[in-house]
């Protein structure tokens, strides 16, 4: 099969690369899609900008398939791609979703339980339709690589030639692709696979930085002291962490339907200008309990230093952390961890000869 001439000048691999690209950037891109229409309606003389930034974005997404093919293993990097950016595709859609380095992070972090919940027969569809069908055709149809040497330089002027056609589709719009870039950031986010591919690569870097920088657990708070020595019969301090909470949807807060009926009989305070270091679980949890607070707090160092579990501990604390979701992503790995969703752990009754334990 030929690809608009491409297969004769720049090898037959590079012609699938692109069909590839532009099958994804037509098929797996609705979230982008529909967000580049509503910040230029085509009712409004955009037409051909928006076919310009379809076009530039399908052969971006070329770009990158081509820099990961490897000259013998360029099949397996196109059925990759297009297995997850399926998936990718169907939670964007559904939960409007950015694929970035928090949202891997958290995958890496799920477990099999709770992908379980995510399952759906809409995402199976998305997963055979736009995944293992096309990736079926690949396999079955992509020609295999010749002399190494020779595929090596198709690629290479495969990517010069991209480039070219992307600088060529820019230049009429500059104007426009400026205002695109300056007032429409967010858009890029939506860019399917190409942003999530580079989220990884971010990702794989901080890990990288992070196993090959490792450092002693670093000590904070030494001169932290208990004002008063525990009671000898002992104090229980119960804190509940619900972290994916939305303060826009509690009754507390004004909300119309009554999400906290329970909460609502009781005097309780409802802190209101609160904000959280991120939308995941994977950040929002470990800075809860940093010292450092939301303005210091840094995802990608954060497991260096010790929390508030430890400070607490070291100080004659007795700390428990009860779990009833996935884990505690970091917080507890040095105090007493209980976790409520294996079946061999059952609560106690009652707690007795407890100094001040913190559950969650």
Not at 325 to 347: F, I, M, Q, T, W
């Amino acid at each position: 099969m030929r690809f608009f001439g491409i297969q004769k000048c720049l090898g037959a691999q590079q012609g699938w690369v692109l069909a590839v690209g532009f099958f994804l950037m037509a098929c797996a891109n609705g979230s982008f899609l529909t967000r580049l229409l509503e910040a230029y309606p085509l009712n409004q003389g955009n037409a051909l900008f928006v076919g310009s930034v379809f076009a530039v974005f399908t052969l971006a997404t070329a770009f990158v398939l081509n820099l990961f093919c490897l000259v013998f293993f360029s099949r397996w990097v196109l059925v990759f791609f297009l297995l997850c950016a399926a998936s990718a595709a169907y939670f964007m859609s559904a939960y409007g979703t950015v694929i970035d380095q928090a949202m891997l992070q958290n995958l890496l972090q799920t477990q099999v339980a709770e992908a379980g919940d995510l399952l759906s027969p809409t995402l199976l569809l998305y997963v055979l339709g736009l995944g293992v069908l096309p990736a079926a055709v690949v396999w079955a149809k992509m020609p295999k690589a010749g002399n190494w040497l020779q595929a090596l330089r198709h690629k290479v002027c495969f990517a010069v030639f991209l480039l070219l056609a992307m600088v060529l589709l820019v230049l009429p719009f500059t104007s426009q692709y400026a205002s695109f870039l300056r007032e429409h950031k967010a858009l890029r986010f939506y860019a399917n696979p190409t942003y999530a591919t580079y989220s990884a690569i971010r990702l794989i870097h901080a890990k990288w930085q992070g196993s090959t920088h490792s450092t002693p657990l670093q000590s904070v708070a030494n001169d932290a002291r208990l004002q008063e020595p525990p009671s000898q019969h002992g104090e229980l301090v119960v804190l509940v962490v619900g972290e994916t909470a939305r303060a826009d949807r509690f009754s507390l807060n004004g909300y119309a339907r009554p999400t906290n009926p329970l909460l609502a009989r009781q005097n309780v305070v409802s802190l209101r200008n609160v904000t959280s270091c991120g939308t995941s679980t994977a950040v929002s949890v470990p800075c809860m309990f940093s010292l450092g607070g939301r303005s210091q707090f840094n995802d990608a160092t954060v497991s260096k230093f010790e929390n508030v579990l430890d400070v607490l501990q070291r100080e004659g604390v007795h700390v428990l952390w009860r779990d009833n979701n996935s884990d505690s992503k970091g917080v507890a790995l040095r105090v007493p961890y209980e976790n409520y969703r294996d079946p061999a752990v059952e609560p106690p009754v009652a707690m007795t000869n407890a100094a001040t334990p913190a559950c969650s």
